[in-house]
């Protein structure tokens, strides 16, 4: 996509092109001129005129203007999956975050370690348009002001260096509120990954912005099961959250005893293949024993990092892999598990040397 640069010029056919789809663009989304004039910085009057063809100013600015707004929804709705696997977690997860985001209210989503979680909250975003924001909350962000700042950023408001906590607040509750366009339009869904960092001030943060009528933003809060102990706890919060517990519409707790079925497994298994170069099946033993990887600690990441290990140590031994039972295992010690065959001969030292007894004779 030809990126939009502050000295292009937008022609009259070009111009007309990104009224156009812009007025589709507010008819879909019930946007007035006045919202989505407050979403691209003018004013209404200015829109207005640009849309008649009567604006006297700088018009290529506002052309420039609606251009990269544009551009920013098609990128979003359009970015590639990538290696994303379709997998019954990853189900179960989308349901939580578009009921969040109808609704719209508080969805909570906590899964094992490794299950899939960011890979489906990342694909969703990707495919939702500019109005989902994914945020990895972390020590940078587990702060009422931390949060806030990247939760500013995420929306495109400026914040200065000297902003205070009250000033960022009401930039973004206003970003939101033109966004939101009095319901006119839907609001912004955040999806919060590793939501156990933050801290109460930044949890509460996030319910006032949810409960407040003029922006309304649906949120979706997802980590491990120290979330949902995190939520319970009174020792940090007098009350253990219980307001915002009572706002989640919308919930996915995966129990600690449900296994990751072989056909995620196998499916999860052939897209790291494929982007690996190899397009063959691999065989029936081997692929079960993925799938007892999987029903561990560490869940569908276990099968990602023994595939790319075997893939990683075959080429450093000049071998082709075959990711056969004998190379999974070999590779244990790599990804910090334990050989299963402890005895077996290295497959990666014999396919080397029987390539070196080809080339020489």
Same mark, same amino acid.
């Given at each position: 996509?030809?990126?939009?640069?502050?000295?292009?010029?937008?022609?009259?056919?070009?111009?007309?092109?990104?009224?156009?789809?812009?007025?589709?663009?507010?008819? #879909?989304?019930?946007?007035?001129?006045?919202?989505?004039?407050?979403?691209?910085?003018?004013?209404?009057?200015?829109?207005?005129?640009?849309?008649?063809?009567?604006?006297?100013?700088?018009?290529?600015?506002?052309?420039?203007?609606?251009?990269?707004?544009?551009?920013?929804?098609?990128?979003?709705?359009?970015? =590639? @999956?990538?290696?994303?696997?379709?997998?019954?977690?990853?189900?179960?997860?989308? *349901?939580?975050?578009?009921?969040?985001?109808?609704?719209?209210?508080?969805?909570?989503?906590?899964?094992?370690?490794?299950?899939?979680?960011?890979? $489906?909250?990342?694909?969703?975003?990707?495919?939702?348009?500019?109005?989902? @924001?994914?945020?990895?909350? !972390? /020590?940078?962000?587990?702060?009422?002001?931390?949060? +806030?700042?990247? +939760?500013?950023?995420?929306?495109?408001?400026?914040?200065?260096?000297?902003?205070?906590?009250?000033?960022?607040?009401?930039?973004?509750?206003?970003?939101? *509120?033109?966004?939101? *366009? !009095?319901?006119? #339009?839907?609001?912004? +869904?955040?999806?919060?990954?590793?939501?156990?960092?933050?801290? =109460?001030?930044?949890?509460?943060?996030?319910?006032?912005?949810?409960?407040?009528?003029?922006?309304?933003?649906?949120?979706?809060?997802?980590?491990?099961?120290?979330?949902?102990?995190?939520?319970?706890?009174?020792?940090?919060?007098? !009350?253990?959250?219980?307001?915002?517990?009572?706002?989640?519409?919308?919930?996915?707790?995966?129990?600690?005893?449900? /296994?990751?079925?072989?056909?995620?497994?196998?499916?999860?298994?052939? $897209?790291?293949?494929?982007?690996?170069?190899?397009?063959?099946?691999? $065989?029936?033993?081997?692929?079960?024993?993925?799938?007892?990887?999987?029903?561990?600690?560490?869940? +569908?990441?276990?099968?990602?990092?023994?595939?790319?290990?075997?893939?990683?140590?075959?080429?450093? $031994?000049?071998?082709? =892999?075959?990711?056969?039972?004998?190379?999974?295992?070999?590779?244990?010690?790599?990804?910090?598990?334990?050989?299963?065959? =402890?005895?077996?001969?290295?497959?990666?030292?014999?396919?080397?040397?029987?390539?070196? !007894?080809?080339?020489?004779?």
């Amino acid at each position: 996509m030809e990126a939009i640069t502050e000295d292009r010029v937008f022609d009259k056919r070009d111009a007309g092109e990104l009224l156009r789809q812009a007025s589709e663009i507010q008819a #879909a989304d019930k946007l007035s001129d006045n919202d989505l004039a407050k979403i691209l910085g003018i004013s209404r009057a200015m829109y207005s005129q640009v849309k008649a063809g009567k604006y006297t100013g700088d018009v290529q600015a506002a052309y420039r203007r609606i251009a990269h707004w544009l551009q920013d929804r098609t990128m979003k709705a359009e970015a =590639p @999956v990538g290696d994303y696997v379709d997998t019954r977690v990853g189900r179960y997860i989308s *349901a939580v975050c578009r009921r969040a985001w109808q609704m719209p209210t508080i969805g909570l989503i906590i899964t094992r370690s490794g299950a899939g979680k960011t890979a $489906s909250l990342t694909n969703f975003v990707r495919r939702a348009g500019d109005r989902a @924001v994914y945020l990895s909350a !972390g /020590e940078a962000a587990s702060t009422k002001t931390g949060m +806030l700042r990247e +939760l500013a950023d995420a929306l495109g408001v400026h914040v200065a260096h000297s902003a205070t906590s009250l000033m960022v607040y009401r930039d973004v509750r206003q970003k939101l *509120a033109d966004r939101y *366009a !009095g319901g006119k #339009a839907r609001p912004v +869904l955040l999806i919060i990954d590793e939501a156990t960092t933050l801290q =109460p001030a930044a949890l509460n943060m996030l319910r006032n912005l949810h409960d407040d009528g003029r922006c309304r933003l649906a949120i979706v809060l997802a980590d491990t099961w120290r979330l949902h102990a995190e939520l319970r706890n009174t020792r940090r919060l007098p !009350g253990g959250y219980e307001q915002l517990r009572s706002r989640s519409g919308a919930q996915y707790i995966m129990q600690s005893d449900q /296994e990751v079925s072989a056909a995620d497994v196998k499916a999860v298994a052939d $897209s790291i293949l494929k982007s690996l170069g190899h397009n063959r099946e691999l $065989s029936k033993a081997s692929y079960k024993y993925l799938t007892a990887l999987a029903e561990r600690d560490g869940c +569908l990441r276990n099968v990602v990092h023994r595939i790319h290990a075997v893939h990683d140590l075959a080429e450093a $031994s000049g071998a082709a =892999p075959t990711y056969r039972v004998a190379e999974l295992d070999i590779v244990a010690p790599l990804v910090g598990h334990a050989c299963q065959i =402890p005895d077996a001969d290295n497959p990666f030292e014999n396919a080397a040397n029987a390539e070196r !007894g080809r080339r020489v004779g």
